[in-house]
């Protein structure tokens, strides 16, 4: 019963982590366009964390799609997510920073979160450790790998147009 209880665990951890992925070592980013995300464009919001998350996304201009996330818990701002989609030597890039309440950086002033594209596919666009996915629309889902000190965590938000 030990062992059963054990693999049953172990394979609970590793499909925590089915909707993202990390690029293999030496692998390159394929090409790719804008076109290829442009449904992102909207009003966006869901339910993650224990409050209502926010997301707006501009159309394609200037080869990038800006966007603003908001997470607001009990009624008050928890924090911001600047960021964009940017075409960057014939493929994507997406990249963020992140801002406390009070519009204060998490990161230095010149540190960038930036995911690398892995793979365009049907209805989804799979970056290193995020996942876009068009489920129709008026639905998205974002599959996001989270960090907490030595875990990992695959967190889903789902967002409905507005």
């Not at 394979?11 to 993202?20: E, H, Y």
């Not at 230095?108 to 489920?135: H, M, P, W």
Request: hydrophobic content about 40%; proline content about 2%; overall charge negative.
């Amino acid at each position: 019963m030990k062992s059963f209880t054990l693999l049953f665990l172990l394979a609970i951890v590793s499909c925590k982590a089915q909707n993202t992925m990390s690029l293999k070592e030496g692998e390159d980013s394929p090409t790719a366009d804008l076109k290829e995300i442009a449904w992102m464009e909207g009003h966006w919001k869901g339910e993650a964390f224990g409050g209502i998350i926010e997301e707006i996304w501009s159309p394609p201009l200037g080869g990038s799609m800006m966007f603003s996330f908001k997470l607001v818990v009990d009624d008050e701002v928890n924090f911001y997510e600047l960021g964009h989609i940017r075409q960057m030597n014939g493929t994507l890039v997406f990249e963020l920073k992140h801002f406390g309440s009070d519009l204060k950086g998490w990161e230095e002033q010149d540190e960038v979160q930036s995911f690398k594209l892995i793979r365009a596919e049907g209805n989804r666009l799979y970056f290193e450790g995020f996942t876009f996915e068009k489920i129709d629309d008026n639905e998205i889902n974002i599959y996001g790998l989270i960090h907490q000190g030595e875990r990992e965590e695959e967190i889903k938000f789902n967002y409905k147009r507005q």
